[in-house]
Structure formats: structure tokens, C-alpha cells
């Protein structure tokens, strides 16, 4: 089978080989080598120069680390909604007792920076402002730089769900002033699921060491995190057991990703989805989002009129061995979304995953026209 879904994602055999490899201790100074270097690595990555911790678990773990990291129970925070991991961060938020205050934009559609504004401005007892970047259930790129802008004017800590974004498209933390910025290693980093990265900045330690008497539990608690990287340093620098078979897995990803160059891995998406589109738009698909708002990492798209979404899903997996995703709650049945990150950005897969297309459609009777070579 080839995963051609928005995450997890298919890993190179050089990585599958790296977790294979007998599992590590997760302490010890050899071990230590290997940490390093993926923090080094993601950093990079992340563009920061801010502290860095892998926690192991899947992004949902990183959020609710962020968000009951930075807030107390009771507290407000803001989340602006555009599909469904809005809704869910939001969800996460009240998990923790928090008072979700909403900025909502069409499913579909980008986040409004200007309406994140004036919910501030009108709200100033909002304590942080949580926001989606990539809103996989649509394919959306909200406007991260402008919303960042906000938080900054407005004096709200940012914390970002870069978890479908980071790696596939430039995403500075240092220089948008994110506080705590959270992915996983089974997107974009295109490694098997296990570890979520998490950034913090110092102004987020600020504002979490202003909240001593959070009561958000131990484990997630990102000041756990940094009391064992300051005081186990030098031999465990984490509360816990890490998967440390993940972490050598992604170590040979980063390699990969930081030996290629950060912008050619970038281009990659972006020829991908470029081509993903270039060939499904004549043959009927309609986008679920305006080519504007697009990300290069997921393409979400109506079928042609008549045609089964799920059908093609079916098919896709029965004769081609290649799986798609289909929408969402509300969208489900009704849309299909590539993904397009890490090996499945590749003009192998998206070549093949276009013909698997075109042979449906003709087995249904619709006209396809001729396709293209890759130029
Ligand atoms: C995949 C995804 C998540 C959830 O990640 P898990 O690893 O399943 O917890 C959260 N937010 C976004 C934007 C995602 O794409």
C-alpha cells in the first residue's frame, strides 16, 4: 500500500531500516549523540534558536501539552476555527477548563487576521491565542505571518498546531514570535509516528512561570521538560522513556531533509501539488479551497459531477494499492484530499496515484483527456 493521505505518511526504506535498528537506551553519553542531533536538526527545522523537546505521543499530546502548559484553568483563550482541527484545538482547550473565545471563518476559507484583531482588542483578558496553521480537513494555509503580526501588536502569546506544516513549507518560529510551536515526526518529517517536537520561546517561559499553580498534571507539563533538561542534561534530558528507535528514524530523515537543503524539500511539495492539481483540475475535480489559500502539502477536491468519492477511495486501494483520504464530519463522502508530504511528494507516487485516477475514471465513462509528460 502507499499512504497518499495527510499523515502518517510512507517512509523511505533508509528510515524504515533505522527503526528496525535494536532498540537504544534512552540515556547514556552515545545516546545523548544521537538526541542532540535531532534537536540540532529540528531546530533548524523550526528556525529557532528557543529550547526544543521531543515528546513522545502524537501531536494531540503536544497541544495539550501547549495549551495546559500556558494556561490556567478558567483562564481565556482565543481559537479561530476554519475546519476541523480548529474545532478540535478548541476542544482540547476546554479539556483543560479553559474559556474558548472564537473567531470563526468558513470551512474552506483562511483564518481573518483583521478579525483576530478586533477579538483581542474587544477581549483583553484573553491570556494566549491558539491557531491551526495548516487546516488539514481542507487543505487551507491559514496566514500564519499576519496572525503572528497580530499576536505580537496585540501582546497575546502565540501557540501554533504546526502539526501538517512544519518541515513542508517555511513556517520561521524565531521571527513570527510563536511561543510554543508543536508538529510530529509523521508528517511532513516523513518519518513513522511516535514523537512530537515542540518549540518554546523564553517569552513563553515567562508567561507559564507567572502560573505556577497550573495543576495540569506532570507529564505534560513543558516545565517538567525543561527542569530535566536543565538537571539530567548531561545524561537524560527528558522525564521519561523516550521511542528511541523513532528518534534514530527521524535523526536519518532530518539527515535527509537538512543534507537535500530545507528550500529543495519545500520545492518538492510545491512540484507535487502543482502537478496533482495541473492533472485533476481538467479532469473534473473541483478545489475545496481557492488556489490562494492553498498549502503544497495537501489537495483537497470535490469529485466530478456524478463521480463517488468513495468509490474512487475503493478503487484506489484495490487495484493501485494507493490510499487517499476523504473528508471529514460534514465533508466525508463528499471530498477526497491528497497527500503530497515527504516520499509521497515524489513524481513516483503522484504519477501513479494520476494514472489510478484516470483508469477510474475511464472504467466509468468519463472523457479524460490526454495527460501531459512531466516536464
Ligand atoms: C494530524 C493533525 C493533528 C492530530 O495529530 P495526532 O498526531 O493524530 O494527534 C492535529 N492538528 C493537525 C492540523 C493535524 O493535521
Redesign the pocket.
Known sequence: MRLMI??PVDAEDEILAALAEPTRPHYGKEWLEIYDEVIDGLKQVFQTRGDLFLMPG????G?EAALGSMLRTGEKVLVPRNGF?GH??GTVAEGYGLEVCRVDAPQGEPLDPEAIREALRHSPDIQALAV?????STGVLNPLAEIAAVAREQEVPLIV?A??SMGGVPLPVDELGIGVCVT?A??CLACP?GV?PISVSEEAWRQMDARANRAHGWYLDLATWRHYADHWGDWHPYPTTMPTNVVVALQTSLRRILGGGLEAYYERHRSAARRVRSVMGPLGFKPVTPEAHTSPLITALYGPPGMEVEDLRAYLVAEWQIMIAGGLEDLSGKIVRVGHMGKAATSDYVERLLDGVEAYLRLKGYAVPQRKALS
Do not use: C, I, M, Q
Open positions: 495527510p499523515g502524537p501531536g494531540t499530546a497541544l482541527f478540535r484545538l491551526v496553521h495548516l487546516e488539514t498546531d502539526v501538517s510530529v509523521n508528517k509516528p512530537a
